[in-house]
C-alpha cells in the first residue's frame, strides 16, 4: 500500500490507515466476519517456533474434526457452531481422494464435496482450520482415501516413490490446491496448517516420498506450516518425519507420558497432539458400541492444555454414507459400520453429549467459552411403521442394471471399472455332472453362491480360502450364479494394497471353470428396476417403502428382522445394514427428507424380508 493512494499522501492519512489495520486485524483474532479479508490489508500470519503466533501473537490450538464429507451440508454451521460452544478455535478436516475424483479425472467439490463451502462457513465463524489432504487419510474410510482405479493397474504401489503412483497424486494436487489454496491465511482465508502424510511412520520410511509430497504441495500453492502426525514414539516419528516439518502426535490417552515422549523428539517445538481420540469406531459384528473414558478424557486434555495444544477426534463422527466405510484386517476382516459415531462430544446426530460438557468445562479454565447461537433447528421424528409397496428381484432384473461383460475367466471388479457394491459373476454348467466341491480363489469379501437362482452358501473372509464340499449329497444344477460385496477396503496397514474385489478364480469339483458373464452392481443407478418382477424366496431383492412428511425431522430407520444389504432414501444411499449388529439402526438426516412422499428402497442380499420397516425418533433399541 502506498501513500499515492490517499488524498495529499497526507500523514494523518497514513496513521488512519495503519489504525484500521491494527483494529481490522483485532476484529478478526476475535472471530467476528470481517468482509474484507480477500484484500491485501487482511492477510494473516501464522508461525510455528517455539509455540504457534499468529499475528506476532502466541495462539493456542483448541481444535476438533469435523468431517465434512460424513455430514450433509444442511448441517456443517451447527456442527461448527457447537464445536465454537464448547471453546474450540479451531476445526480440522481431513480431505478424501477417492470422493473428491471418484473416477479419474472427473473431479466433484460440490454439495457435500464442497469442502470451500465448508471451511469459509468455518471463517464466518470466527474458526481456523487444519486440512489435511494427503494423498491417504485412514480415517476409517474406504480404502484410506485412495481411489479404486489405482488397483486397476497391474502392480500399483502406494505411499512411496513409485512413477505411476506420484504421477496420479500430481494430477489430482493441480486441481486439489486450485480449491484449497486460496483458503489459506496467507490469502485472507481462515486454513493456517496442512498436513504432508497421515501416520506415516506406522507405513513406511520413504523419506524421499515424504520431501516430494512436501515440496508438491509448496509448488502447489501451499504457502502455511506443513506438519505431520505420527504416533507418539520415536521411531515412528523418525520415520514418518519430511525435512522442515512440523510433527505432531496422535493418541488417546497417558497425555503426560506421550507429551514427554514427544518433547524429547521435536525439541523446541510447541506440543501438539493432532489426533486425541476421545472415542473409537465400531465394526460389524462388534458386541457393543464402543465407548470412551470421559474421567480419564478429561483428565488428560486438562494436562495437554496447560503444556500444549490439541485436536479432538472427533468431535463429531458422522456417518459413513453409501460404501465408504473402511476395514481393518489383523487375524479376520473388520469392516466399520455405517454410523461413524465414535462416541464424539456430539453424537452421529449432532446431540450434545455428557462429554462434550465435561471437555467444555475443562477448556473454560483456558479460554473464554463464547456465547453462540444455535442457528440451525433441529427436532427427532418418528414417522413410523412402514410397509413394503412392492420390490423386485435382483435375478430378475440383472439386465435392467448391468450390461454383461464376458470373459473367459472371472475379472475383479475393478479391472471391470466398478469401485464399490456388489458384482454377480454367472456361468452355465453340464447339466448332467454332479457337483462336489466349489472353490472361489483370490475372493473378496463376502460370496453368497446360488444354484440355478437358488442359495447354495455364503462365504465371508476366511471362509473364502476353503472349498465348499458337497461330497456325502452331491447335486446337479445348470446355472451358477455369485454374488460378491465389497464390504470396504481396508484402511490401514501393509494390506492396502492388495484390495482388488470381487473373484479371480473359479474352481468346480478341483479344476477351473471358465467362460463367465459379469454383472457390476455399484447400485448408483435403480432406475431401470423392474417392480413387476418380484425376488423368489431366499433370493436377493428391492424392496420399496413410502411414507409422508408434513415437517422434516432427523429419524433413524430400523431394520429388524431384514438381514443385509443397502438403503437409500430418495435415491441418496444411507449406507449398509446388517442383523449381526452392534448398529440396528440407520441415521437419516433431515435434509435429506422432503415434504410430502418421501421414498425409502432396500436392498437385501440374503432372503430376510418381513415387510416392514420402522422410522424411530431414537438412534438405539431400548
Known amino acids: 500500500m502506498t501513500l499515492s493512494r490517499f488524498k495529499g499522501g497526507r500523514d494523518w492519512h497514513l496513521a488512519s490507515f495503519l489504525r484500521i489495520q491494527s483494529i481490522c486485524r483485532q476484529w478478526v483474532s476475535r472471530g467476528r466476519n470481517v468482509k474484507w479479508r480477500k484484500d491485501n490489508i487482511m492477510k494473516d500470519k501464522f508461525e510455528i517456533k517455539d509455540d504457534f503466533y499468529l499475528n506476532g501473537e502466541k495462539m493456542k490450538i483448541i481444535s476438533g474434526s469435523i468431517h465434512y464429507f460424513r455430514i450433509v451440508p444442511g448441517y456443517w454451521r451447527d456442527r461448527l457452531e457447537k464445536l465454537k460452544a464448547m471453546g474450540c478455535n479451531t476445526v480440522e478436516t481431513y480431505i478424501p481422494w477417492n470422493l473428491h475424483e471418484k473416477e479419474k479425472g472427473v473431479f466433484d467439490f460440490s454439495g457435500r464435496l464442497d469442502i470451500a463451502g465448508f471451511v469459509k ?38 505411499r512411496c516413490m513409485y512413477g505411476p503412483y506420484i504421477a496420479h497424486v500430481k494430477s489430482y494436487y493441480e486441481k486439489l490446491f486450485q480449491v484449497i489454496a486460496p483458503l489459506q491465511v496467507t490469502e485472507g482465508g481462515p486454513v493456517i496448517m496442512m498436513q504432508v502424510e497421515n501416520e506415516y511412520g506406522s507405513y513406511g520410511d520413504d523419506h524421499g516420498y515424504m520431501d516430494y509430497l512436501k515440496q508438491l504441495m509448496i509448488e502447489n500453492g501451499c504457502s502455511v506450516p506443513l506438519v505431520t502426525s505420527d504416533g507418539p514414539s520415536r521411531e515412528l516419528f523418525d520415520c514418518g518425519k519430511a525435512e522442515g516439518v512440523f510433527q505432531t502426535g496422535n493418541f488417546g490417552s497417558r497425555g503426560e507420558q506421550f507429551f514427554g515422549v514427544i518433547k524429547k523428539i521435536i ?3 510447541p506440543l501438539m497432539c493432532m489426533e486425541f481420540w476421545v472415542g473409537w469406531f465400531d465394526s460389524w459384528g462388534g458386541e457393543s458400541h464402543q465407548n470412551g473414558d470421559i474421567e480419564g478424557h478429561a ?38 459400520i455405517t454410523s461413524y459415531d465414535y462416541d464424539a462430544p456430539l453424537t452421529e446426530d449432532g446431540q450434545i453429549t455428557p462429554k462434550y460438557e465435561a471437555f467444555k468445562k475443562v477448556i473454560s479454565k483456558y479460554v473464554s467459552i463464547p456465547q453462540v447461537e444455535f442457528t440451525t433447528k433441529i427436532t427427532r421424528k418418528a414417522y413410523g411403521r412402514l410397509e413394503v409397496k412392492r420390490s423386485a428381484g435382483l435375478f430378475q432384473n440383472l439386465g435392467n442394471l448391468s450390461k454383461a461383460h464376458e470373459s473367459v475367466t472371472p475379472q475383479l471388479m475393478e479391472k471391470l471399472g466398478q469401485g464399490y457394491g456388489y458384482i454377480m459373476y454367472e456361468s452355465q454348467l453340464e447339466p448332467e455332472r454332479d457337483i462336489w466341491g466349489i472353490r472361489l480363489l483370490g475372493a473378496n469379501d463376502r460370496a453368497n453362491i446360488f444354484m440355478d437362482e437358488k442359495p447354495l452358501a455364503t462365504l465371508y473372509d476366511r471362509e473364502l480360502l476353503e472349498e465348499c464340499s458337497f461330497e456325502e449329497k452331491a447335486f446337479k ?27 479371480g478364480g473359479v474352481l468346480v469339483n478341483g479344476h477351473q471353470h471358465y467362460y463367465w458373464k459379469q454383472y457390476c452392481l455399484p447400485m448408483e443407478d435403480l432406475s431401470g428396476l423392474d417392480f413387476g418382477k418380484t425376488p423368489a424366496q431366499g433370493t436377493p431383492g428391492f424392496y420399496e417403502f413410502t411414507f409422508e412428511a408434513q415437517e422434516a425431522g432427523d429419524t433413524f430407520l430400523y431394520f429388524s428382522g431384514w438381514g443385509k444389504g443397502c438403503a437409500f432414501l430418495n435415491g441418496f444411499h444411507l449406507g449398509r445394514f446388517w442383523e449381526i449388529g452392534p448398529q440396528k439402526r440407520l441415521y437419516i438426516p433431515a435434509p435429506l427428507i422432503r415434504k410430502g412422499e418421501n421414498t425409502i428402497l432396500l436392498f437385501e442380499t440374503e432372503g430376510k424380508a418381513p415387510g416392514a420397516i420402522t422410522l424411530c425418533d431414537e438412534p438405539h433399541v431400548g
Not at 478 to 502: A, D, F, H, T, W
Open 121 to 158: 462457513t468455518a471463517q464466518e465463524l470466527g474458526l481456523w482450520v487444519i486440512l489435511r489432504p494427503s494423498p491417504y487419510i485412514c480415517a476409517e474410510w474406504e480404502f484410506g482415501g485412495f481411489p479404486y482405479w489405482l488397483l486397476k493397474e497391474d502392480g500399483m504401489r502406494l
Open 477 to 503: 444344477g445348470e446355472k451358477i450364479s455369485i454374488l460378491v460385496e465389497n464390504m470396504g477396503r481396508v484402511n490401514y496397514g501393509p494390506k492396502l494394497e492388495c484390495q482388488g474385489k470381487g473373484i
Open 267 to 269: 525439541g523446541d517445538k
Open 299 to 336: 483428565k488428560d486434555l486438562d494436562y495437554m492444555l496447560s503444556h500444549g495444544n490439541v485436536n479432538f477426534y472427533m468431535f463429531t463422527g458422522g456417518t459413513n454414507f453409501g460404501f465408504f466405510n473402511g476395514s481393518n484386517y489383523s487375524d479376520k476382516l473388520t469392516p466399520d
